[in-house]
């Protein structure tokens, strides 16, 4: 489960870290705490550094720290329950950024994300993903 004010690592290639998430989207029933495919809003806490060489190229970093954006959270250290009776955990938060029409910024995924994704309708997400768990 994801709060408020909780920091997650950024698996994809936009640019950004590490961001802090200020608001979990459509999420009324679990109080304000966000799972594995929800989408948030998040600010960038954390990017890498901007060269002007890189401004020039195809693949520029897309993202700025103080950021707003919103990203679709793909990993998180609380235990989660599948339907079939297995808990799957990871050690940390991850989340990968999206624009306003809900595509990734980026065009890679730089880690493992949960299968769960694929039933909350992510799977392009996954579908770039090196691991699915």
């Not at 799972?35 to 897309?62: F, L, M, T, W, Y």
């Not at 793909?74 to 940390?92: C, L, Q, Y």
């Not at 999206?98 to 309708?121: H, I, Q, Y």
Request: aromatic share 2%; glycine share 10%.
């Amino acid at each position: 489960m994801i709060g408020l004010k909780t920091t997650l690592n950024v698996i994809d290639n936009s640019g950004a870290l590490l961001v802090e998430c200020v608001n979990i989207l459509k999420n009324k029933v679990n109080n304000g705490c966000g799972s594995v495919g929800d989408e948030i809003v998040c600010v960038v806490k954390n990017a890498r550094p901007i060269s002007a060489a890189s401004q020039a190229s195809v693949n520029a970093v897309k993202v700025r720290r103080g950021d707003v954006r919103r990203a679709v959270i793909v990993r998180t250290r609380k235990p989660v329950k599948r339907p079939d009776g297995r808990i799957i955990r990871f050690d940390d938060n991850a989340a990968v950024l999206l624009n306003n029409k809900r595509e990734m910024l980026g065009t890679r995924v730089g880690g493992l994300v949960s299968a769960d994704l694929r039933m909350k309708g992510w799977g392009k997400v996954v579908s770039l993903a090196p691991k699915v768990l």
